[in-house]
């Protein structure tokens, strides 16, 4: 079965290491200056001319509270008036964008991330929604994949009923923790009453799908505490789940400087609230789509895993990866083709670049033909825990172990570890490896020795 997983403490301890999470391949940490606007138009025009289809991500970076544990780029602001200017320059960067592609491009994918959506107005979020279905052919039959990341702290009902008025269809609501005192020392309070009035509007409302994401590894929790979390979740019946570990980087991430350290769970602990939550979510139904997500078998991803269609990109797990994917909003990555590129990370810089009707791209990688290969490789293993050698070598006319010769011996002991299966047509990647699939695609990332790996979270 492919949502069989075996918990194997030893090889687990092994394998933890440090490494990407393979939204993309290469990783962001490979994107350089070298990488502007032109070559955006030049993957814009080639997009258009094979009419692919879209996937369209919009960021927006406002939160009305600072979560202490938070990695994603925000700016924290108790006036809704920032939000004005941001969506003034992000309206400009629609238009520019939208004029290089052709308007019978079908958007099958959207998705609203952050920051907080929802910090914006009733009337911004119509405004907004308004612009891109100027610019852009979203779909208005409720077929497209239509996702937004809810705080229920900032929204109700009228807030779920106008999203569902815009289109949307899915939600992904933020909720780490329930303990209040670990909800206390991330700076979160959120109650299940909260969390609960937004999941039954969104039910109520007709929405496809209902993801919660959860933390652990937060200050304070233990096994048993999280636990009870975990069944709350599980009563709650989300589709998706989305179960992460906390990485703490208090040198790299500022807000994170505000956690007392000492109140961390072991990395003992951490383990043992992994384990019981893969049993808890396994007992309860859902299977391990990878990567610290589990869905209910008729979910879409799981549906897609089984039939070997699943895909991977910098949305997470998706049945869209077919798509050219459109990063709108400060700090937003695209990819086109096999150009990645992100607009610049900083707020000021992002509005002004676009106040000279200039778009916002600051960095990138073109993707060369080793890269295309790897990518795939990768791709193949994240989604569906296997690798059938000769599909790869039609697609890319290469010998497999000529071309990964060196990489055999590495493959091998994997193999005598009992992480994966090897022969001389594919590797299986074996329910003990399977929470450790990162560490199988590393051994493929061509770029991963001269990393800094501090840069990543753990695998486990």
């Given at each position: 079965?492919?949502?069989?997983?075996?918990?194997?403490t030893?090889?687990i301890?092994r394998?933890?290491?440090?490494?990407?999470?393979?939204?993309?391949?290469?990783?962001?940490?490979?994107?350089?200056?070298?990488?502007?606007?032109?070559?955006?138009?030049?993957?814009?025009?080639?997009?258009?001319?094979?009419?692919?289809?879209?996937?369209?991500?919009?960021?927006?970076?406002?939160?009305?509270?600072?979560?202490?544990?938070?990695?994603?780029?925000?700016?924290?602001?108790?006036?809704?008036?920032?939000?004005?200017?941001?969506?003034?320059?992000?309206?400009?960067?629609?238009?520019?964008?939208?004029?290089?592609?052709?308007?019978?491009?079908?958007?099958?994918q959207?998705?609203?991330?952050?920051?907080?959506?929802?910090?914006?107005?009733?009337?911004?979020?119509?405004?907004?929604?308004?612009?891109?279905?100027?610019?852009?052919?979203?779909?208005?039959?409720?077929?497209?994949?239509?996702?937004?990341?809810?705080?229920?702290?900032?929204?109700?009902?009228?807030?779920?009923?106008?999203?569902?008025?815009?289109?949307?269809?899915?939600?992904?609501?933020?909720?780490?923790?329930?303990d209040?005192a670990?909800?206390?020392?991330?700076?979160?309070?959120?109650?299940?009453?909260?969390?609960?009035?937004?999941?039954?509007?969104?039910?109520?409302?007709?929405?496809?799908?209902?993801?919660?994401?959860?933390?652990?590894?937060?200050?304070?929790?233990?096994?048993?505490?999280?636990?009870?979390?975990?069944?709350?979740?599980?009563?709650?019946?989300?589709?998706?789940?989305?179960?992460?570990?906390?990485?703490?980087?208090?040198?790299?991430?500022?807000?994170?400087?505000?956690?007392?350290s000492?109140?961390?769970p072991?990395?003992?602990?951490?383990?043992?609230?992994?384990?019981?939550?893969?049993?808890q979510l396994?007992?309860?139904?859902?299977?391990?789509?990878?990567?610290d997500?589990?869905?209910?078998?008729?979910?879409?991803l799981?549906?897609?895993?089984?039939?070997?269609?699943?895909?991977?990109?910098?949305?997470?797990?998706?049945?869209?990866?077919?798509?050219?994917?459109?990063?709108?909003?400060?700090?937003?990555?695209?990819?086109?083709?096999?150009?990645?590129?992100?607009?610049?990370?900083?707020?000021?810089?992002?509005?002004?670049a676009?106040?000279?009707?200039?778009?916002?791209?600051?960095?990138?990688?073109?993707?060369?033909?080793?890269?295309?290969?790897?990518?795939?490789?990768?791709?193949?293993?994240?989604?569906?825990?296997?690798?059938?050698?000769?599909?790869?070598?039609?697609?890319?006319?290469?010998?497999?172990?000529?071309?990964?010769?060196?990489?055999?011996?590495?493959?091998?002991?994997?193999?005598?570890?009992?992480?994966?299966?090897?022969?001389?047509?594919?590797?299986?990647?074996?329910?003990?490896?399977?929470?450790?699939?990162?560490?199988v695609?590393?051994?493929?990332?061509?770029y991963?020795?001269?990393?800094?790996?501090?840069?990543?979270?753990?695998?486990?």
């Amino acid at each position: 079965m492919l949502d069989a997983i075996r918990w194997d403490t030893d090889l687990i301890r092994r394998y933890d290491l440090a490494g990407p999470r393979y939204t993309s391949y290469p990783t962001a940490v490979q994107f350089d200056s070298q990488v502007g606007t032109f070559d955006l138009f030049h993957a814009l025009r080639d997009s258009r001319k094979a009419l692919r289809p879209l996937s369209l991500y919009v960021h927006v970076p406002f939160c009305a509270n600072i979560c202490y544990y938070c990695a994603c780029n925000k700016v924290i602001t108790k006036d809704r008036g920032r939000a004005l200017p941001y969506l003034q320059r992000l309206e400009q960067e629609i238009q520019l964008i939208a004029c290089h592609l052709d308007p019978s491009q079908k958007v099958e994918q959207l998705h609203f991330g952050g920051g907080t959506p929802t910090f914006l107005s009733h009337d911004e979020l119509r405004q907004l929604m308004a612009q891109l279905r100027k610019h852009f052919n979203l779909l208005d039959d409720d077929s497209g994949d239509y996702g937004i990341e809810i705080d229920p702290r900032e929204a109700d009902w009228s807030t779920m009923g106008l999203l569902r008025e815009l289109g949307f269809n899915r939600v992904s609501i933020g909720l780490q923790d329930l303990d209040p005192a670990v909800q206390r020392a991330v700076n979160r309070l959120q109650s299940l009453e909260e969390t609960r009035a937004v999941i039954d509007a969104a039910r109520t409302l007709q929405f496809r799908s209902i993801n919660i994401d959860l933390i652990y590894g937060l200050p304070k929790q233990t096994p048993e505490n999280f636990a009870r979390t975990v069944d709350e979740v599980i009563s709650l019946q989300p589709d998706r789940l989305s179960v992460f570990n906390y990485a703490h980087l208090p040198e790299r991430f500022m807000p994170q400087r505000r956690i007392n350290s000492d109140e961390l769970p072991t990395p003992a602990q951490k383990l043992e609230m992994l384990q019981g939550t893969i049993e808890q979510l396994t007992k309860a139904g859902y299977r391990y789509i990878g990567m610290d997500h589990f869905a209910l078998p008729d979910d879409e991803l799981a549906i897609a895993q089984e039939e070997s269609t699943l895909q991977r990109n910098f949305q997470g797990y998706t049945t869209h990866g077919h798509c050219d994917l459109i990063g709108l909003g400060v700090s937003a990555i695209s990819q086109i083709g096999d150009l990645y590129c992100q607009n610049s990370s900083d707020l000021n810089q992002y509005q002004n670049a676009l106040a000279s009707a200039q778009l916002a791209t600051s960095r990138g990688l073109l993707c060369n033909a080793d890269d295309r290969l790897r990518r795939a490789v990768i791709q193949q293993l994240i989604c569906t825990f296997g690798l059938e050698f000769a599909q790869i070598e039609q697609a890319f006319n290469i010998d497999f172990q000529g071309y990964f010769g060196e990489l055999w011996p590495q493959l091998q002991e994997m193999a005598d570890d009992g992480l994966i299966e090897l022969d001389n047509e594919r590797i299986t990647v074996l329910p003990a490896g399977r929470l450790l699939v990162r560490s199988v695609c590393m051994v493929f990332d061509a770029y991963l020795e001269q990393q800094n790996r501090q840069r990543f979270s753990r695998v486990i």
